[in-house]
Nanobody
Framework: QVRLVESGGGLVQAGGSLRLSCAASGITVRFHDMGWFRQAPGKQRELVGRITYDRSINYADFVKGRFTISRNDAKNTVSLQMSSLRPEDTAVYYC????????WGQGTQVTVSS
């Protein structure tokens, strides 16, 4: 059974930083394309960025230069380092394989105050 657990969210002021972590069980993340997604209230879930099995990384335009995705193969985790946060980054953040191959976890809430 695949389980994805996100953590690291919180309340931060605009311009601040947070580091999110996605712990996976039931899969080996280095064999998959792992994505970070977010969903703001009243909006659809959107892709933030992705790291492929061969460590190619791409980002949505709205986070380029501010967010960094990395992977720790030893810990079977994927991280999202977020800096220069903006109020519009407020959302619940999720990780998943591909565009959502497995049941979504509970996500982790990120709230950016102005």
């Amino acid at each position: 059974q695949v389980r994805l657990v996100e953590s690291g969210g919180g309340l931060v002021q605009a311009g601040g930083s947070l580091r999110l972590s996605c712990a996976a069980s039931g899969i080996t993340v280095r064999f998959h394309d792992m994505g970070w997604f977010r969903q703001a209230p009243g909006k659809q879930r959107e892709l933030v960025g992705r790291i492929t099995y061969d460590r190619s990384i791409n980002y949505a335009d709205f986070v380029k230069g501010r967010f960094t995705i990395s992977r720790n193969d030893a810990k079977n985790t994927v991280s999202l380092q977020m800096s220069s946060l903006r109020p519009e980054d407020t959302a619940v953040y999720y990780c998943n394989v591909g565009i959502g191959a497995y049941p979504w976890g509970q996500g982790t809430q990120v709230t950016v105050s102005s």
